[in-house]
T-cell receptor, first 116, second 113 residues
Framework: AQSVAQPEDQVNVAEGNPLTVKCTYSVSGNPYLFWYVQYPNRGLQFLLKYITGDNLVKGSYGFEAEFNKSQTSFHLKKPSALVSDSALYFCAVRDSFSGGYNKLIFGAGTRLAVHP | NAGVMQNPRHLVRRRGQEARLRCSPM?????VYWYRQLPEEGLKFMVYLQKENIIDESGMPKERFSAEFPKEGPSILRIQQVVRGDSAAYFC???????????FGQGTRLTVV
């Protein structure tokens, strides 16, 4: 079955330190992977995606993600965390059987807390 | 360019009433998706529509739920005879075509009392 796992419910980081939010996936064929961020009482905002090409994908707000095929992972990273990065982060993969449209399978989310 | 607009932002319904959730996609987008987020869970796909057509409704509950995207006007997600288990955040997303990334609205938070 296709799935996305975000093993950490919450990640705590000090401001200025690097952050990593983990994501692993299970999907048939080549994965189309996404990261979204959800701020309180707001919708999901697109951060970045991986379809093909370089394994390191750069996105919005200084975030990047590294695709690792052998480990079936797509971890979200940022070199220096900001307090304003505190939010709920979702990893998602496009359903391989969707026919190419945005039928996304989401992880349960990871709450990132950046402390001053 | 306005983003995906959903209204209302918050909706309270008594058990047995109908809930109507509206979604206006981004300008130039003709593909709409509805997702549901239950408390403490990730988003779950419900339905994918193009103008006047339902393409994939595999995530829709078999009863009480329906969706449409008419030629004119917003997409509507309708829940008839709501029950407490329908309480959730309902998100709409749109994309320009089926291969480009989807942009999400702010969601409608439905509370059934």
């Amino acid at each position: 079955a296709q799935s996305v796992a975000q093993p950490e419910d919450q990640v705590n980081v000090a401001e200025g330190n690097p952050l990593t939010v983990k994501c692993t996936y299970s999907v048939s064929g080549n994965p189309y992977l996404f990261w979204y961020v959800q701020y309180p009482n707001r919708g999901l905002q697109f951060l970045l995606k991986y379809i093909t090409g370089d394994n390191l994908v750069k996105g919005s707000y200084g975030f990047e993600a590294e695709f690792n095929k052998s480990q079936t992972s797509f971890h979200l990273k940022k070199p220096s965390a900001l307090v304003s990065d505190s939010a709920l982060y979702f990893c998602a993969v496009r359903d391989s059987f969707s026919g190419g449209y945005n039928k996304l399978i989401f992880g349960a989310g990871t709450r990132l807390a950046v402390h001053p | 360019n306005a983003g995906v607009m959903q209204n209302p932002r918050h909706l309270v319904r008594r058990r047995g009433q109908e809930a109507r959730l509206r979604c206006s996609p981004m300008k130039g987008h003709s593909h709409v998706y509805w997702y549901r987020q239950l408390p403490e869970e990730g988003l779950k796909f419900m339905v994918y529509l193009q103008k006047e057509n339902i393409i994939d409704e595999s995530g829709m509950p078999k009863e009480r739920f329906s969706a449409e995207f008419p030629k004119e006007g917003p997409s509507i997600l309708r829940i008839q005879q709501v029950v407490r288990g329908d309480s959730a955040a309902y998100f709409c997303a749109s994309s320009r075509d089926m291969n480009t990334e989807a942009f999400f609205g702010q969601g409608t938070r439905l509370t059934v009392v």
